[in-house]
């Protein structure tokens, strides 16, 4: 049995139709049922078992070999700094992590930062040479700045329509934020084969898909 967990919403939305494309089976119920776990066969020699989860979660279920792979977010794999290997930039649920506050805020120090990434936030501003508090939260980071909580936020920003329809401005970009194959390393010898197929027929449905690792 092969086991992969994927990150639920937008990257597993944007991920099934390649998953499709490459000829990998997928559970008929998985867009309807509220199940988390699913079992297919595949034309591999092995049975495939999805996970749903939460992305933060992924990369723990891949590095405790729970699961043999997973697909997830390169932010959550950048907070995280799990011990996995990073095989394939799948091109797909592209963003942006960023920077951004009010427009009043821009030429002011920053002293306060909202964001799901504290490891990566301090690390960016203590590269800019500032000093600041982090203020974890987990949703709606925008709101933060919005009602003077802080006076930066450190978050994904897609298309920017959010960040607009709540008077905020993008004031540096940080990251470019794809989904990533990861894979369990005692996985990835022991199953080499299956994995190894898997991953050459994703390669194939991506352009200029890239192997490296963690």
Known sequence: MLTIALAKGRTVDDLLPMWRDAGIPLPPDMDDSRALVFEVDSPFGTVLRYLLAKPADVPTYVSYGVADLGVVGKDVLLEQQKEMYELLDLQVAK???CVAGLPADKTRRPERVATKYPKLADAYFRGQGQSI???PLSG????????????????LVQTGSTLKANGLEVFDSVHDISARLVANRSSYRMKHRWIVEMTERLKRVIPGGRRHRI
């Open 133 to 135: 508090e982090i203020v």
């Open 95 to 97: 963003c942006r992590l």
């Open 140 to 155: 709606s980071i925008e709101l933060a700045s919005v009602i003077g909580l802080t006076d930066r936020i450190f978050d």
